[in-house]
């Protein structure tokens, strides 16, 4: 592409922010002045508080079309402008451009508050849009057009200070003061945010629209700290237009976070290499950091306890064990695990507070029947881990209690293998974590059900551990792999809140599979016969998909499924080239049938009725211009050969396993929702290559919070397609929620869908013990 076209683009996404300003103003400025009026009416211990809040309400009232007016002005002048190639006349707080033009004189109090006031929010709204901005800006340098971050001459209308520029400006125009702006601020900010957000969002998507940088390179925007292997924020422009480096998503939105009409997250938070590194394939989430906590742990105990060596330098792997037990210690830990067994059976009701107090109890003893430092410092650390875990709040009581009777199976571990304290990746580690993390949800209103599929498989699990005591690691690891198959068939054939979803969820696979399956045969089949476009898009783009609903229901070689093939054959031959008068009359005698048919298997398929009238319209346009067509016919042997082709169709059809689904082929899913059912087709911001690979590894059975379409509910991700390409979560009522790879992936990013848990069982576990060493290293000893 030439000079000229790239720069073209870079001045169409100046225009494509402007209009996306304006399209969104009016809704800043009503929210701003209902958030006012809302603030008036709460109740206030402090009579000047409320007289004051109640007198800026009816102010904001009385000047709302004022504002607006003073808003709008300078957003059209600068589109103008644009337009016509002149340049944006809104300077920064700093002044003139030609710096030897300043007057020598003190500025006025009242312009440096303006100024300060402009700073602040610019920075709230480059804090805002982090990550929107940096892609914007990385994709502006490939087209030739950075945005500017000069501080003198005219400031860049993509830059934060400008859009904060043009709203203190219009506030004071209208008569406002900064003593009321200071009031409204967190108001102001609540609307301004995604409104801003919304605008950057837009020119990213018109860019991409023009192939523009689909994919961003992050690594430019990662700084490495010296000291602790962490990174700092990266800022990639001045304060007043300051804006982070990319974010994440889910960890971008704290206790804090704004919302504003728009409901996207902030996306402010700088991007850490360490969570880049654990959002790649082949490492879990919080990996890094978990990591570390391990670390530590290892520093503070060894400094304690000299024969400390949690490290894989010991080889516990393979047939390699590590140092054995002494006889002494391993009876005392036999002792107390019967002891925990008849405490804490199956028949049992034992509250797990009595359960970590009999482990409490137990612990002198087990540090009296060791016979090293060593062995000392490894009862007390996993008595604390289990000490955190068993009094885990969101754990279910039923839960916790089985998981008391893992703590002496995961000693008899962590004696003979030193990388439980030196590797996230032990699976006595990976174990408790799954299990942690698919049972955590049940509990904030869900009733826990101690029958459940689930609890059996975790009270036998627990079980088949206490059955083979000297196998460690090998035990732990095959229960682990059985757990996984376990959840495979447990969400889609026992859980009740998820097994009429998961059905749905394989239902809309299949079909969205048939759907490409038979789009590939039919375009195959089309390709060279003469047949009227109207009619062959409407084969690919309609019929494809009734057809797949018909193999779905009722099966591919369905007496149904064949007739809606047949049909498929009767609607091209009529809408070939007629040339003589029999055919014609053919075709008049036909059609009626024809597209009663044809409007009963739209509707099965679950068109819309407006729906099935703009496509039954379509295709009489088509058939009345194949009675003046001039090009050939199909003969009768051509057509004979076409409809036992379409009747074969379900016998040639490839296996639905080895199909493809990805984002340009996938059809618009909505046509799937239903009251069990929804289907996410919008939302999210544009996710990073990092996103869709944490999108990829997210694990079935995990908790996290959805905020969408106006709500915040507890979803688990309780399915996972063929390929991948699509994942449903659902919500402890059973509602199913269907996502795309792509749309999940931007769910992450924007901060709509965040995990419950940020870390691991076990990791908070492991920090809530150091805390308790670090507070008294002699704990270990004694």
């Not at 996230?424 to 990976?430: L, N, V």
């Not at 008068?581 to 075709?587: G, K």
Request: aromatic letters at 4%; proline letters at 5%.
């Amino acid at each position: 592409m030439s000079f000229g076209p790239h720069r073209a683009l870079a001045l169409t996404a100046r225009l494509s922010f402007l209009e996306a300003l304006i399209k969104g103003v009016e809704a800043v400025v009503h929210g701003c002045v209902e958030g006012a009026r809302q603030a008036a009416a709460e109740p206030q211990t402090d009579p000047a508080v409320y007289q004051r809040k109640r007198d800026l309400a009816l102010e904001l009232m009385r000047l709302q079309s004022a504002w607006l007016a003073a808003l709008e002005r300078p957003l059209h002048d600068a589109l103008r402008d644009l337009r016509v190639g002149r340049s944006v006349g809104v300077r920064a707080a700093l002044g003139p451009a030609n710096k030897t033009d300043i007057p020598l004189s003190l500025l006025d109090d009242s312009d440096v508050e303006r100024d300060l006031a402009v700073a602040r929010l610019a920075q709230m709204i480059g804090d805002h849009n982090g990550s929107e901005f940096s892609d914007l800006n990385a994709r502006l340098q490939a087209v030739g057009g950075p945005v500017s971050v000069s501080a003198s001459g005219p400031v860049d209308v993509l830059m934060p200070h400008w859009v904060a520029r043009v709203l203190v400006d219009a506030w004071l125009d209208v008569g406002l003061s900064l003593d009321h702006w200071v009031e409204v601020k967190a108001i102001l900010q609540h609307e301004v945010a995604p409104w801003t957000q919304e605008a950057y969002h837009h020119v990213n998507g018109v860019l991409l629209e023009h192939g523009v940088r689909p994919e961003i390179d992050l690594r430019p925007f990662i700084r490495r700290a010296k000291d602790v292997g962490v990174t700092q924020p990266a800022p990639l422009a001045p304060s007043g237009g300051a804006h982070g480096a990319p974010s994440t998503g889910s960890g971008a939105s704290g206790a804090g976070a704004l919302r504003g009409n728009s409901g996207l997250q902030p996306l402010g938070a700088a991007y850490e290499e360490t969570r880049m590194l654990t959002q790649t394939p082949g490492m879990a989430r919080g990996a890094a950091k978990a990591q570390n906590v391990l670390d530590k742990l290892t520093q503070v105990v060894a400094r304690q306890v000299p024969g400390f060596e949690p490290t894989a330098a010991r080889p516990p792997l393979g047939g390699a064990a590590g140092p054995a037990l002494s006889a002494g210690l391993g009876q005392a830990i036999q002792s107390v695990g019967e002891t925990l067994r008849r405490q804490v059976g199956v028949e049992a009701a034992v509250n797990p507070a009595e359960a970590l107090q009999t482990l409490q109890h137990s612990k002198q003893a087990l540090k009296e029947a060791a016979s090293t430092p060593n062995e000392r410092a490894i009862i007390e650390i996993v008595a604390l881990l289990f000490q955190a875990i068993l009094t885990e709040e969101r754990l279910p009581a039923s839960i916790r209690v089985w998981f008391a009777r893992l703590q002496m199976p995961v000693l008899r571990v962590a004696m003979g293998e030193p990388d439980f304290f030196a590797t996230t990746s032990h699976p006595a580690r990976i174990l408790i974590d799954r299990m942690g993390s698919c049972v955590m949800g049940f509990v904030g209103g869900v009733a826990e059900d101690a029958d459940d599929a689930l609890h059996k498989e975790i009270r036998r699990i627990v079980q088949v551990i206490e059955a083979y005591p000297d196998t460690g690691r090998r035990v732990f690891q095959t229960v682990l792999t059985e757990f996984e198959r376990f959840l495979e068939t447990y969400f889609r054939e026992e859980n009740q809140a998820s097994r009429r979803g998961v059905s749905l969820a394989q239902q809309v696979e299949q079909r969205e599979t048939c759907a490409i399956q038979y789009t590939i045969e039919l375009r195959k089949m089309l390709d060279g016969v003469p047949v009227h476009d109207g009619v062959r898009e409407f084969m690919f783009h309609v019929w494809a998909d009734v057809l797949a609903h018909s193999a779905v229901v009722n099966g591919p070689t369905h007496e149904a499924t064949k007739a809606l093939q047949r049909a498929a054959a009767d609607l091209i031959w009529s809408a070939s080239a007629k040339t003589s008068r029999d055919e014609r009359a053919e075709v008049l005698r036909r059609l009626p049938n024809l597209l009663k048919a044809i409007r009963e298997g739209m509707a099965r398929s679950g068109l819309p009725l407006d729906k099935q009238d703009e496509h039954i319209k379509a295709l009489n346009a088509a058939l009345a211009a194949a009675f003046s067509a001039r090009s050939a016919a199909i003969s009768a042997s051509h057509l004979q050969a076409l409809t036992e082709r379409l009747e074969a169709l379900g016998d040639v059809l490839p296996d639905l396993s080895k199909v493809e689904l990805d984002e340009a082929t996938l059809r618009d899913l909505s046509g799937h929702e239903s009251d069990a059912l929804e289907v996410v087709a919008e939302g999210g911001t544009m996710p990073t290559p990092a996103m869709l690979a944490w999108a990829r590894e997210l694990q079935v059975g995990a908790w996290f919070e959805l905020d969408y379409r106006g709500k915040q509910e507890s979803v688990q991700l309780a399915w996972s397609g063929l390929r991948q390409q699509l994942l449903l979560f659902v919500t402890p009522a059973g509602r199913g929620i269907l996502f795309q790879l792509h749309r999940l992936a931007a769910f992450l990013q924007a901060g709509l869908l965040v995990p419950q848990e940020e870390e691991s069982l076990t990791t908070r576990a492991t920090r809530a013990a150091l805390a308790k060493i670090d507070a008294d290293p002699t704990r270990l000893l004694n």
